[in-house]
């Protein structure tokens, strides 16, 4: 196993709870310039669980959904408001 794939086996997961249907879940990745690379849409009561990994240092949440973490429960607003979780950086530190 690479030293990468150590640090990522043990990163941060998210768990998202759809509120309400067609929450959307987009990855966004690291790096100079940040693109979407996945993006998964949940109705009501599906659960995704998500990973930060070397590819991915947000995940954006839109529509009304908990989000579990590691800090506590975080519970997104509206279907027009959307909450961004912070990552961890390249080094494994946490972002602010």
């Known amino acids: 196993m ?3 794939d150590r640090f990522f086996a043990n990163a941060p997961y998210v768990c998202v ?3 309400e249907k067609g929450v959307n879940v ?15 849409k949940l109705d009501r009561n599906e659960v ?4 930060f990994t070397e590819h991915t240092s947000a995940i954006k949440i839109r529509g009304k959904a ?3 973490t ?3 429960v975080i519970q997104s607003g509206e279907a027009e408001e959307s909450v961004t979780l ?3 950086n390249e080094h494994g530190t ?3």
């Not at 995704?48 to 990973?51: E, H």
């Open 26 to 40: 987009i990855g966004v990745t690291r790096g100079e310039v940040t693109k979407i690379h996945h993006t998964e």
């Open 86 to 88: 912070i990552g961890r």
């Open 17 to 19: 709870k759809a509120l």
């Open 48 to 51: 995704i669980i998500a990973q």
């Open 70 to 72: 590691h800090f506590g």
């Open 94 to 96: 946490e972002k602010n």
């Open 66 to 68: 908990e989000i579990y």
């Open 2 to 4: 690479k030293e990468d």
